[in-house]
C-alpha cells in the first residue's frame, strides 16, 4: 500500500512507550496478578535421570498448616491430550529425564509451598541411562526433518570430488556447548478457573505468544479455545523459551482447577529453569572447505550432530545457513540426532543460524589463513548471485557492504595478518571478523483492529513485547499506514482478547504484526476516508509472502580480543557489527537489539556453557553463580551500524527483523580474534584460558 503523505514516524528515533512502565515498577508481570487470595505451587523433581517412581510419601507435605493439595500421579486429573509427552504433567510413573516434574505442592504461602515439597519423599526403580553426546554412538538417526520443516540433508555436485581439486583445503571438528535462555523474569503463570462451572480459564502468562499458549491448554485441557484467556502485555524476556508452552503452564492450571475461584501461581526457580524450560542442544560440526589457489571455493560440508530427549523430538537447523551462504558447485550439509535421557530442546535465539555459523566461519578463518588470504576478501570472493540451492534471487543481499563498511569503521587496513606478533604490554592483541545472515520470516494467521476512539487511533492485535519494542513500534506503523502524527495512535497488545497474533519468535514480530496492522489501516482509510467517525473499526490480515524471492537478512562482524601471555585470560574490549537488514523501524530500539544479540554471542563466546554431568543427568552449574554470563564488564565498546535498506519484497515497510542476527557469528568472530592474537585455534566453545595457556608456555623465549 502507499503510505498518506505526511511526516514518517517510520525511522524516527522515538522512546519506548513502555518505558516509564518498567522504571516506575507499574508494568504488571504474569507473577504480579491478580494479588488477592492467592495459592502457591511448588514443585517436586525427579532426581534419577530414567526410571519409574514406586512410591510418593506425601503425609508429612500435607499435614504441614497452610498446605491446600499434594498434586501427584495418582490425585492429579487426567488430562485430554498426552500426545505432546514434554506436556503430559503427572500422568504415569514413569521417569524420562532428571527434573522432571513427578509431584507440585499447593500451599497458602511460596514458602509454605517450598517448603511442603522438601518435605514429600520419592522412592525410585533407576533404569540405566545415557546423557552424553557423542559423534560416534551407535545409535544416532536421521529425523525426518529440522526446525521448522526444512529437509535434513541436502547434496549438490559432488562434495568428494570438489575437495580432490582443491588447492587448499580445512577439514576440522567444531562443538558449541549446550545453552539455557535464562530470561531475567522466570517463568511464571497465574492461572484462574471461574467458579461458575462453565470451564472458562484465565491464565497471565509469560509468554512470546498468547493465542498459541490458548490453543496449546484448550488442547491438553479438551477445552475450546474461547474458554481460555491468556493475557501478557509485558514480558521479562524470553529468547524462545517462552515461544512454547512448558510444563509450568499445565501443572498451574491444573493445580487451579482444584481450587476454582481462587488464582494459583506459579513462578519457575532458576534451577528449576534448566530442566523444564527447553535450552539450545550441544553441536558438534565437522566442516569441510575446498578452494582454488584464488580462493574460490571448490566444495563445502558440514555434517552436524546434536541431542534431542527420548521423550520429544527437537532437531535444530544447524546446518541450514551454509546451503546458502556462499557459491560452491559442490556442497553437503546432514544433521544427525541422538535421543538421551535428557529433558527437551527447544528454541533459544537465532537457533540453526546461531550455532550453525560458528564451524563453517571459523573454518573460512582457518581457510583464509591457509591461503594466505585477507578473510574479508575470501568470503567477499564466494558472494552468491542468486540463493544456493533454489536458485531463487535474492530480495536484497548485501554482505558484501556490511563487510566493506565494517572493515572501513573497524580499521581493518591496518591489521598484520600474522597471528600472535601484536602485544599491549601483557596483553597479545588480534583481530577477527565473521559474516552473519538470519532468514526473513512472516508468519501466516495473525489479524489486526483499527479503530477510531475520540481524537484517537487504536491498533489492537495479540501480539508480544519480549523487551523488543513492540509497543513503540507499532504505533509508528500504524500512524504512517493511517497518514496522522504517531502521538495520536496507541496500541494495546499481550491479550487473546485482540485479534489473532503470530509467536514473537524468529524475528518475525514486525514483519507479520506490521503488514497486519498496514493491511488494517487500508481497509480503514478506503471504508471511512480521512474523516472516519467517532468508533469507526476495521480489520485487516497478513497476506502470502512473494515466495519468487531468497529473503535474509545479512551482517558481519568484528572483533579485537586480547590474550593474557601468562595466563591465558582472554579479554574482549571491542566489537563492531555491521547489518544490512532492511528498513529500520526505530533506531533506538533497532540498535539495542543489535547490541543485545551480540552481547549474547560474546557471552556464548567465552563464557556461557551448561555442564551436563552425564552419571546423573543434570546439568550441574544451574545457577547464576556459576553459568556465566557476559556482564558490562565483559566488554568496553560494542558498537552496531546498519547499511541503508528498503526492501519492497519483504513487506510494505520494507522491514526485515532484527531481534536475532546480532547474536549469529560474534562467537567466531571473537574465535577468529583470539587465534589471531596467539596463534592458537580454539574450535570447541566456549574459549577459556584452559585452551590457549598450552600453546602459550610452548612459545619460543618463555
Known amino acids: 500500500m502507499t503510505f498518506l503523505s505526511r511526516p514518517e514516524a517510520i525511522g524516527r528515533d522515538l522512546p519506548r512507550r513502555d518505558g516509564p512502565a518498567k522504571v516506575l515498577g507499574t508494568a504488571v508481570y504474569a507473577c504480579e496478578t491478580p494479588a488477592d487470595n492467592v495459592a502457591y505451587l511448588h514443585l517436586v523433581q525427579a532426581a534419577i535421570a530414567r526410571g519409574r517412581v514406586t512410591e510418593l510419601d506425601t503425609t508429612a507435605a500435607a499435614s504441614l498448616q497452610g498446605v491446600v493439595a499434594v498434586l501427584t500421579p495418582g490425585t492429579a486429573e487426567r488430562l485430554a491430550s498426552t500426545e505432546d509427552r514434554e506436556l503430559a504433567a503427572l500422568q504415569d510413573d514413569q521417569v524420562a529425564f532428571r527434573g522432571q516434574v513427578v509431584a507440585a505442592v499447593l500451599a497458602d504461602s511460596s514458602e509454605t509451598a517450598r517448603h511442603a515439597a522438601a518435605l514429600v519423599r520419592v522412592s525410585y526403580a533407576q533404569e540405566a541411562h545415557e546423557a552424553e553426546l557423542r559423534a560416534d554412538s551407535d545409535d544416532l538417526y536421521a529425523p525426518e526433518q529440522v526446525n521448522p520443516a526444512f529437509p535434513t540433508d541436502t547434496f549438490e555436485g559432488d562434495v568428494a570430488a570438489g575437495m580432490a581439486a582443491a588447492a587448499v583445503t580445512v577439514e576440522q571438528t567444531y562443538t558449541t556447548a549446550m545453552y539455557h535462555n535464562n530470561p531475567m523474569e522466570p517463568h511464571a503463570t497465574t492461572a484462574l478457573w471461574d467458579p461458575a462451572g462453565d470451564g472458562f480459564l484465565t491464565l ?7 493465542h498459541s499458549t490458548r490453543a496449546t491448554v484448550a488442547t491438553v485441557f479438551g477445552l475450546e479455545e474461547a474458554q481460555v484467556r491468556v493475557v501478557c502485555p509485558y514480558v521479562g524476556g524470553g529468547f524462545g523459551s517462552k515461544g512454547n508452552s512448558h510444563v509450568n503452564v499445565v501443572l498451574a492450571a491444573m493445580a487451579a482447577r482444584a481450587v476454582p475461584g481462587r488464582p494459583v501461581r506459579l513462578a519457575l526457580t532458576r534451577r528449576q529453569m534448566f530442566s523444564l524450560c527447553g535450552y539450545r542442544t550441544p553441536t558438534i560440526q565437522r566442516c569441510a572447505l575446498g578452494a582454488d589457489r584464488s580462493g574460490t571455493l571448490t566444495a563445502l560440508a558440514i555434517d552436524v550432530v546434536e541431542q534431542t530427549s527420548r521423550i520429544k523430538e527437537f532437531a535444530e537447523q544447524t546446518g541450514v545457513p551454509s546451503r546458502m551462504m556462499y ?28 550455532p550453525g555459523m560458528f564451524g563453517p566461519e571459523v573454518a573460512m578463518d582457518e581457510l583464509a589463513e591457509h591461503l594466505g588470504m585477507d578473510p574479508v576478501q575470501l568470503r567477499i570472493r564466494n558472494e552468491p548471485d542468486v540463493e544456493p540451492g ?22 581493518w587496513s591496518r591489521r598484520d595478518p600474522r597471528p600472535g606478533v601484536r602485544r599491549r604490554g601483557d596483553w597479545l592483541v588480534g583481530t577477527g571478523v565473521a559474516a552473519s545472515t538470519y532468514p526473513v520470516n512472516r508468519m501466516p494467521k495473525s489479524t489486526a ?45 499481550g491479550d487473546t482478547d485482540y485479534p489473532m497474533a503470530s509467536v514473537a519468535g ?119 553463580a556459576e553459568y556465566h554470563i557476559t556482564a558490562n564488564a565483559d566488554v568496553g565498546e560494542i558498537e552496531a551500524y546498519w547499511l541503508p535498506e528498503h526492501d519492497r519484497h519483504v513487506n510494505a515497510m520494507g522491514s526485515k527483523g532484527i531481534g536475532e542476527i546480532g547474536i549469529v557469528g560474534t562467537a567466531a568472530a571473537v574465535s577468529n580474534a583470539v587465534w589471531h592474537a596467539c596463534g592458537v585455534r580454539v574450535r570447541d566453545l566456549p574459549i577459556t584460558l584452559d585452551k590457549v595457556l598450552h600453546a602459550l608456555e610452548e612459545q619460543p623465549g618463555r
Open 506 to 624: 524468529g524475528s518475525s514480530g514486525m514483519t507479520t504484526w506490521g503488514s497486519a496492522v498496514i493491511e488494517a489501516a487500508r481497509t480503514f482509510r478506503d471504508r471511512y476516508g480521512t474523516e472516519p467517525p467517532d468508533g469507526a473499526e476495521a480489520s485487516g490480515s497478513v497476506g502470502a509472502p512473494d515466495d519468487r524471492y531468497a529473503m535474509h537478512a545479512f551482517g558481519a562482524q568484528f572483533a579485537e580480543a586480547h590474550v593474557n601471555a601468562d595466563t591465558g585470560e582472554v579479554r574482549v574490549p571491542r566489537l563492531l557489527g555491521v547489518f544490512a537488514a532492511g528498513r529500520i523501524i526505530n533506531p533506538r530500539t533497532a540498535r539495542s537489539q543489535f547490541v543485545g544479540g551480540m552481547t549474547m554471542g560474546l557471552s556464548m563466546a567465552l563464557h556461557e556453557s551448561s555442564v551436563l554431568d552425564p552419571r546423573f543427568g543434570h546439568v550441574v552449574n544451574h545457577d547464576f
Open 204 to 210: 497471565w502468562e509469560s509468554t512470546q505468544g498468547v
Open 327 to 354: 557459491a560452491t558447485a559442490n556442497r553437503r550439509t546432514t544433521h544427525r540426532l541422538a535421543a538421551l535421557d535428557v529433558p527437551v530442546p527447544s528454541w533459544m535465539r537465532a537457533p540453526g543460524e546461531c
Open 390 to 411: 533454489s536458485g531463487k534471487p535474492f530480495s536484497s543481499r548485501d554482505l558484501v557492504g556490511c563487510l566493506r563498511q565494517g572493515a572501513r569503521r573497524f580499521g
Open 449 to 493: 483492529t483499527i479503530r477510531r476512539e475520540g481524537d484517537r487511533y487504536v491498533a489492537e492485535i495479540g501480539a508480544a513485547d519480549l523487551g523488543t519494542g513492540t509497543w513503540t513500534t507499532l504505533p509508528q506503523i500504524a500512524a504512517d499506514a493511517l497518514g496522522v502524527p504517531v502521538e495520536r495512535v496507541d496500541v494495546r497488545i
